[in-house]
């Protein structure tokens, strides 16, 4: 999903600072379930269609079981190399969409830690996703994360 152009958030704006505030909460949220490897929880921060493309697309999850199922596996695959991952997001804009949905573009940064090792930068990604309201939750509908050392 490229970076669509839309207005910028503009804080001064009445809504706007505490619309940023809702997503940035929702994003420590996702990526806290995430890291704690509550990957069903994480799954259920998307829609029930909710789409995560990775790497330019080469690897795609749609809809929560097949999200529930790939994290669980990265998941497991980490466990047995005694690695932790943290995801850090920064650099969040929010621009919100006539119809209701929010664009949020953030920059990811994935640190690994080997168990009695120092952490390191393991990767570094920007994440474009399509957030909707879900009564007083967002969810995640399009996720596409573009990882910075591939074309």
Do not use: N
């Not at 809702?22 to 799954?43: C, N, P, S, V």
């Not at 573009?105 to 930068?121: D, S």
């Amino acid at each position: 999903m490229p970076h669509t152009g839309t207005a910028p958030l503009d804080p001064a704006r009445p809504g706007t600072a505490g619309l940023h505030g809702e997503i940035t909460h929702f994003y420590a949220r996702q990526m806290q379930a995430l890291d704690d490897g509550r990957t069903d929880d994480w799954a259920r921060t998307f829609t029930e269609d909710g789409v995560f493309l990775l790497h330019g697309g080469h690897d795609r999850a749609e809809g929560r079981p097949a999200l529930a199922a790939s994290s669980a596996k990265a998941r497991a695959a980490l466990a047995e190399q005694g690695v932790t991952h943290r995801h850090w997001l920064g650099m969040l804009t929010v621009d919100p969409r006539p119809d209701g949905s929010v664009v949020a573009r953030c920059y990811a940064l994935v640190v690994a830690t080997h168990l009695g090792g120092t952490p390191a930068l393991h990767r570094s990604t920007v994440c474009e996703d399509v957030l909707v309201r879900d009564g007083d939750a967002w969810l995640v509908r399009h996720r596409q994360v573009s990882r910075d050392d591939l074309a």
